[in-house]
């Protein structure tokens, strides 16, 4: 069974910053992404980021390429991403997520967990 471990969402003030973690298990695999998806109420779930090791770095947007930073460590089988200078519409479920077959593989995510709530208030 796939296993995430969420954690890092809260409350901030829009310009501010939070860090999310996870870690994640249960699946086996050499060409996997992992990274974040998030949904914002009423809107449909989007791509947020995602590494691996054949593409590095990726985000689906430019504002996420500006803001966010992804990273990885792997002895502790942790996904971090770093989110700077948050904005309202920022403020989104955001889960932990992995595809299989490498990054933004849309749908993306094979497997995502139960997700960590930001909430950026203006």
């Known amino acids: 069974e796939v296993q995430f471990v969420e954690s890092g969402g809260g409350l901030v003030q829009a310009g501010g910053s939070l860090k999310l973690s996870c870690q994640a298990s249960g699946f086996t695999g050499d060409d996997y992404g992992i990274g974040w998806s998030r949904q914002a109420p009423g809107k449909e779930r989007e791509p947020v980021a995602c590494i691996s090791s054949a593409d590095g770095p990726q985000y689906y947007s430019a504002s996420m390429k500006d803001r966010f930073s992804i990273s990885k460590d792997n002895t502790a089988n942790t996904v971090y991403l770093q989110l700077n200078r948050l904005e309202p519409d920022d403020t989104a479920v955001y889960y932990c997520?992995?595809?299989?077959?490498?990054?933004?593989?849309?749908?993306?995510?094979?497997?995502w967990g139960q997700g960590t709530q930001v909430t950026v208030s203006s």
């Open positions: 997520t992995v595809e299989m077959q490498g990054c933004f593989v849309i749908p993306w995510g094979d497997y």
